[in-house]
């Protein structure tokens, strides 16, 4: 039996001589050159940079906010479950190059009947078989580790994606409490206003009653009261809608009874200078794409060597009898050994079409893996740039707060002894207001920013 199987072998090698061979495709460079620095910042490749982000923030509330999230998230619970299907493929693609071990029981009665003249019955006879059965088709080309290993780099892809999302879905927990903290700072700064154009309508209500003040100075006061009003109400619909959207995040009922701090945190520690560019080897996209390109180069291999000879064994050995008590005496034994070669000659032109869908994808996932990259090196040079720019303007804006509230005041006061008409006061509150809830966004941008930062890095520091 086994010099049979010799020929075997040696019939698949003379066939695959004259098979095309496969080739290896070279991995694509980038069509760019990576700079040796960021755009804003020294290097300092000797620096080593924690991790930990979310202690930059010093808030331990929103460390507790993050664990939630990261904890009862349905999102991250339905990637969880994607994770646990790309690993169960792998098991499914490996599977192939194992030999295959089956049992099989078996039964059958049969009955002839001849004519010739008379009708003659034959007794029924009946057969009973119990075998195991091997089968195992031999990778001699290598088309099942390719395709083993491309599902072994999908799985990667899965891992860094779920690493991803879970990244993702703690900064956006970050900046969705930052976003909470802003509301409840401006509809406090919006009841405050309100309170203050109120006070004035009153003095003025007074004023007018004694005939010091016009009606003009009346109405203009009160559609600025108004105005203030209807902020108020802006803002609280706002704060209700971020507070019922962050509870959704944690996987809680959208009940709007979330408890919040009313202070925007400050950021504790600058940029360091010199941040390396290999932080950015860590970004879960950017290695979720490069395993990518990785299974579809492994999938090119695998529709090739589909184009060469199959080579498979098979055997099979147990019991056949016409009483099914015999089946397990050994005396009733049977077996068989043998061993295949197929060669495919045509099958409607589907193989060759096969590599050239491969080539395709293989072709989509480079061109996805330059974007990441470009990507990930635009958010953070981005990133960067704007730390210094929303500093600046930071500090703009605080000079801009203290003179408009000087402004305000001094316009009131002026108004009152009768040197300033009306619309120079409404004009300094407008301004005053602006002003401080202009601060109140840029501080929450500038924290935004920064997980914006963490985000494109990939993490911390």
């Known amino acids: 039996m086994f010099k049979y199987l010799k020929y075997i072998f040696l019939s698949a090698i003379i ?50 906010l993050v664990a ?22 792998l098991t499914i693609a490996g599977a192939d190059r194992l030999p295959q071990i089956n049992g099989s029981l078996g039964g059958s009665r049969q009955k002839r009947t001849s004519t010739g003249g008379f009708i003659i019955s034959n007794p029924i006879s009946d057969n009973f078989n119990l075998s195991g059965i091997f089968t195992w088709e031999l990778d001699l080309w290598g088309r099942l580790k390719d395709r083993r290993v491309a599902a072994l780099a999908d799985l990667f892809a899965a891992k860094e994606d779920f690493q991803g999302l879970k990244l993702s879905l703690a900064a956006n927990t970050a900046k969705l409490w930052f976003d909470i903290i802003e509301a409840g700072q401006q509809l406090k700064l919006s009841k405050k206003t309100l309170e203050s154009f109120e006070s004035n309508l009153n003095i003025l209500q007074e004023r007018f009653e004694r005939g010091i003040s016009e009606t003009l100075d009346l109405r203009l006061t009160r559609a600025n009261v108004a105005t203030a009003k209807s902020n108020v109400f802006r803002r609280q ?3 209700d809608e971020l507070v019922r959207s962050l509870e959704i ?13 009313n202070d925007i945190p400050k950021i504790k520690r600058n940029v360091p200078a010199g941040l390396p560019i290999q932080l950015l080897k860590r970004r879960p996209d950017i290695a979720a794409a490069e395993n990518r390109v990785i299974a579809s180069h492994k999938r090119i291999n695998e529709s090739r060597k589909a184009l ?3 080579i498979s064994l098979n055997a099979s050995g147990g019991t056949s009898s016409s009483n099914l008590s015999d089946l397990l005496d050994k005396n009733f034994k049977v077996w068989s050994l043998a061993g295949n070669v197929t060669q495919p000659f045509f099958q409607g032109r589907r193989l060759k079409a096969n590599i050239k869908r491969s080539e395709a994808v293989k072709k989509e996932a480079v061109a996805n893996f330059h974007k990441t990259v470009l990507t990930a090196y635009s958010e953070v040079e981005n990133s960067l740039a704007n730390e210094s720019l929303l500093e ?51 501080s929450n941008l500038r924290l935004q920013n920064r997980v914006n930062l963490y985000l494109a890095l990939g993490g911390g520091f």
């Not at 080739?23 to 620095?37: G, N, R, Y």
């Not at 998230?73 to 299907?85: G, I, V």
């Not at 995040?249 to 701090?261: D, M």
């Open 249 to 261: 995040l944690l996987g809680r009922y959208p009940k709007n009874q979330l408890n919040f701090n």
């Open 392 to 442: 600046n303007e930071e500090s703009a804006l605080k000079e801009n707060v203290k003179e408009s509230r000087a402004a305000e005041e001094l316009s009131w006061d002026r108004y009152q002894s009768g040197l300033t008409d009306i619309i120079t006061v409404l004009e300094a509150q407008r301004r005053s207001f602006n002003a401080q809830s202009n601060l109140l966004q840029v």
């Open 308 to 310: 060469l000879p199959g």
């Open 237 to 239: 619909r706002l704060l």
């Open 15 to 64: 066939l695959a001589g004259g098979c095309k061979s496969t080739q290896i495709v070279d991995e694509e460079k980038l069509p760019f050159a990576l700079p040796e620095q960021w755009g804003n910042g020294k290097n300092n490749d000797q620096k080593q940079f924690l991790d930990n982000w979310l202690t930059d923030f010093n808030n331990p509330a929103l460390d507790k």
């Open 68 to 89: 939630e999230s990261l904890e009862k998230n349905f999102d991250l619970k339905s990637a969880e479950a994607r994770l646990d299907s790309a690993t169960a493929l």
